[in-house]
């Protein structure tokens, strides 16, 4: 465990010599080193793997910060979606950086829509979503991340036994 965290600090010679005593610490061990770490009692159900990967996240964390907000949110984000279809396909949410531009051809004409921080620019209106200026441009309702190819199709139904 020499290896450097992600987040591009140093890596902390005394927390890889904890990190490295958890591999062999015997489980009574374990369990007191988590509730001095985590301040609390373990699961009982946590055997010595599940309270070595406790402790030293939160070894690690301490030492050199937990993830971000963006990182939070995204996580949450993808709990919520799961919830909400737990046998569903799970996409990742696309993050497009201020100053992009989408380009869409649309029954002949080229159209071109500008990322901004507080929306979308397109013919000298900004938008707060896609979905308004996609439904101006073909007339119809349509889903404005799919109609700029930010988002795939839905998959269609399997055929059962065709």
């Known amino acids: 465990m ?6 591009m600090k140093p890596a902390d010679p005394a927390v890889e010599a904890e990190l ?8 009574v061990e374990l369990r007191k080193r988590y ?3 985590l301040r609390t009692d373990p699961p009982k159900a946590f055997g010595p793997d599940l309270l070595r990967r406790s402790i030293a996240h939160r070894i690690q964390e301490k030492a050199y910060g937990g993830l971000s907000g963006p990182t939070k949110r995204l996580l949450d984000q993808l709990v919520k979606a799961m919830a909400a279809k737990p046998n569903g ?3 990742l949410p696309r993050r497009i950086k201020p100053g992009s531009e989408l380009v869409r051809t649309w029954k002949g004409k080229t159209y071109r829509v500008v990322v901004r921080p507080d929306g979308f620019a397109y013919e000298g209106k900004t938008y707060a979503g896609l979905s308004e ?5 073909a007339g119809s309702n349509w889903n404005g991340p799919r109609f700029f190819g930010l988002r795939s199709k839905p998959e269609k139904a399997e055929d059962h036994g065709k």
């Open 2 to 7: 020499t290896q450097a965290p992600s987040s």
């Open 20 to 27: 490295d005593r958890l591999a062999t610490a015997p489980i």
């Open 35 to 37: 509730r001095e770490v």
């Open 89 to 91: 396909r799970l996409e």
């Open 133 to 137: 200026i996609a439904s101006l441009i």
